[in-house]
């Protein structure tokens, strides 16, 4: 029968009337209001008068009509019944329709008593007008209702066919939220079907008149049975396996899966639909949360002045936000990329925060002009991230990853000792163990100065600067990460380029690998590496079939992975360690201390000097090889430098 009406609507063309229908002004619906309790008095009237009782006296009709009348539209404009959406009436609108109709009773009772006094007379029947309130209350709220339903259930109906059917995990308050949330939504984007109770405790119950699935049943099977196609998870007592349980079940059946935060730390609640996002692969990582020794961190840099190096990265700028936190007196964001710079200042402005922020756009290449910002603001502490980063780039360009990480990093290291800095703390890569590239040997060369560099203050008694290395691997969402790149790759429609099949990494985020920093930087006595706990290495061929079947598409159907080959000097497992390396734990117990064995400084500077040296004629035959001979567990992979690996070997 719906079906034949919905037909009938549909070749009429009526329906798109209502469908286009804007929100009527509120004083059609206030004369629409009238003439109900114009109806629903007559109503009352005929009633009371087929029980052969009188409910007004005819002759006073040109009084009672306009007095019944007048009190009710007061009260209707003292309750603003009119105000709300018809489409969209809640209880808020039934308790205003409540208490108008019987404040309307009440004053009617009193305009009768004080009418009988004067004239011995009464304009209306008491118990009539508590009848006719009754009557008024429930015509007023039902029509609302019927409209409501009839814009929720027929006109929503065809809109709702090309919805995506969502269930949404979760029974709570948080859930049900997030479900009022999503039906209200304009332009709506799922049509929801139920909801799955975690603990199967409110078996052949409802909510919002949606049914609460058991998850007895694997959530695939309840997805399939209801035939929905995204999941919603809203349940805040999920722990993180199990969330991740959830998720890599529903990917595996190509089921969308959305995140939502807990609507009690949502700050604008008419702004809950738009929170609802597809789970990001950070989202994923196997890591618990890192928990950080604040006391330590805010000792070392409350009321301090900060130099951030390379403060317009994704790690310096990630830095810089994270340092603001603890209050410094002064933070000194220092490169020489001058537009992120600038953007990262005017982001960071927007934090009320004491803190003066001091941009420089400088090059660590530089020693003089590096000299100047060190004599002017006198850094007690110095986050040193500034660094060429990419392989491929770096095996083209030699001298550049020298004068950058190497010359970049004995600058700053040499103007930390000569103006006293409490701590230097130098970001490095994974890369920099058994590196297979120029860019990883590169900074291998600058751990080796820095560790050197303190050996040598320490022997001469002379170790007031802490100069502390952290080590970690690959960094989600950072500049030039693989993540970005296959992201950009699946809104392009792929393919996903990949290097090799069987290439694994490590991972974390941008703001745990900070937050490491900070900590590393707040414990570490002098002369350390430190290396973080990565986690579980990922396979990069999984993660971009994750990726994939997060944005809702099939690996290799829709979106092809497609192989081209390692790149220069690209490894295919990235170490932490060196093979003759072993690790001290720490209080921390993601943070290790790397045990490195130690450059003589003065043969070591001379090395670096004669590097810097050779760098300045931009043979990269040559400086490569002078590389080999500071760092000599640098074997070239997959690039033109393995010549000179075969030479030393012949």
Request: one cysteine or more; proline letters at 4%; hydrophobic letters at 45%.
């Amino acid at each position: 029968m719906f079906n034949a009406v919905d037909s009938a609507f549909n070749n009429t063309g009526v329906w798109k009337v209502f469908d286009n229908l804007g929100y009527l002004p509120r004083w059609i619906i206030l004369v629409i209001d009238l003439f109900v309790i114009t109806v629903t008095g007559i109503l009352s009237y005929v009633l009371i008068h087929r029980t052969g009782v009188l409910y007004i006296n005819p002759k006073l009709y040109i009084v009672s009509i306009p007095v019944y009348l007048f009190i009710s539209f007061v009260t209707f404009r003292v309750f603003r019944t009119y105000s709300g959406i018809i489409r969209h009436s809640s209880y808020i609108d039934a308790v205003k329709i409540f208490f108008s109709q019987f404040t309307a009773a009440f004053l009617l009772l009193a305009f009768n008593s004080v009418y009988k006094s004067l004239t011995d007379d009464l304009l209306f029947l008491n118990i009539g007008i508590l009848i006719n309130a009754v009557f008024s209350f429930a015509s007023l709220f039902l029509y609302r209702v019927l409209i409501k339903q009839f814009f929720e259930n027929y006109l929503n109906q065809t809109k709702k066919q090309h919805l995506a059917k969502a269930i949404i995990y979760g029974t709570d308050a948080n859930a049900i939220a997030v479900a009022n949330a999503l039906k209200s939504e304009v332009p709506g984007r799922f049509k929801l079907v139920g909801f799955i109770d975690k603990y199967s405790q409110n078996k052949s119950k409802m909510i919002l008149g949606l049914p609460i699935l058991q998850h007895k049943k694997k959530t695939s099977t309840l997805m399939r049975v209801f035939g929905a196609q995204a999941l919603i998870i809203a349940d805040k007592s999920l722990t993180k396996d199990e969330k991740l349980a959830i998720v890599d079940e529903c990917l595996e059946f190509n089921y969308k899966v959305y995140t939502v935060p807990l609507v009690s730390d949502w700050e604008d609640q008419k702004e809950i639909s738009k929170k609802i996002k597809n789970f990001q692969i950070q989202d994923l990582l196997e890591r618990k949360p890192i928990v950080l020794d604040n006391n330590s961190i805010s000792n070392q840099l409350k009321g301090k002045k900060v130099l951030i190096t390379g403060a317009a990265g994704s790690i310096g700028s990630e830095i810089v936000r994270q340092v603001i936190q603890f209050n410094p007196q002064c933070v000194i964001m220092l490169d020489q990329a001058e537009t992120p710079l600038h953007h990262l200042g005017l982001e960071i402005c927007k934090i009320e925060a004491k803190t003066k922020l001091v941009p420089i756009i400088g090059d660590v290449k530089n020693s003089a002009e590096l000299d100047e910002v060190f004599k002017t603001y006198k850094p007690d502490v110095v986050y040193h991230a500034a660094a060429y980063k990419h392989v491929p780039l770096m095996e083209g360009n030699p001298s550049q990853a020298i004068f950058v990480n190497v010359l970049g990093t004995k600058n700053v290291a040499d103007l930390a000792c000569k103006y006293n800095v409490d701590s230097f703390v130098m970001v490095s890569t994974d890369k920099a163990v058994n590196p297979s590239n120029v860019m990883g040997a590169s900074k291998r060369i600058a751990e080796k100065y820095v560790q050197a560099l303190h050996n040598k203050l320490l022997a001469e008694g002379k170790s007031d600067t802490k100069f502390i290395t952290t080590r970690f691997g690959n960094v989600l969402g950072s500049n030039g990460s693989v993540v970005p790149l296959f992201t950009k790759q699946i809104e392009n429609g792929g393919p996903i380029t990949l290097t090799h099949p069987d290439i694994i990494r490590y991972f974390m985020t941008i703001p745990e690998a900070c937050q490491l920093v900070l900590e590393a930087g707040a414990m570490g006595k002098g002369g350390e590496i430190y290396i973080f706990d990565m986690g579980k290495p990922v396979k990069i061929i999984d993660l971009a079939k994750k990726m994939i079947r997060l944005a809702g598409f099939i690996p290799d159907k829709d979106i092809m992975i497609k192989i081209v080959g390692l790149r220069p000097g690209e490894k295919l497992y990235e170490e932490l360690l060196n093979d003759t390396s072993k690790t001290l734990p720490t209080h921390h117990e993601k943070i290790m201390i790397a045990q490195e064995v130690y450059d003589d400084f003065s043969r070591l500077e001379d090395l670096t000097n004669d590097l810097v040296q050779c760098a300045s004629g931009y043979s990269g035959i040559e400086v490569v090889s002078k590389m080999k001979e500071i760092v000599p567990e640098f074997k070239s992979m997959n690039s033109s430098f393995q010549s000179l690996d075969k030479s030393t070997v012949d």
